[in-house]
């Protein structure tokens, strides 16, 4: 679990900011 976390670290990121934007 934690190699895959580390694995996609900047695609979720890149989620999570995209989703605030579009949010916002």
Known sequence: MIQ???KV???TRTCIRS???IHT
């Open 4 to 6: 895959i976390l580390q």
């Open 19 to 21: 989703n605030e934007i």
């Open 9 to 11: 670290p900047d695609n």
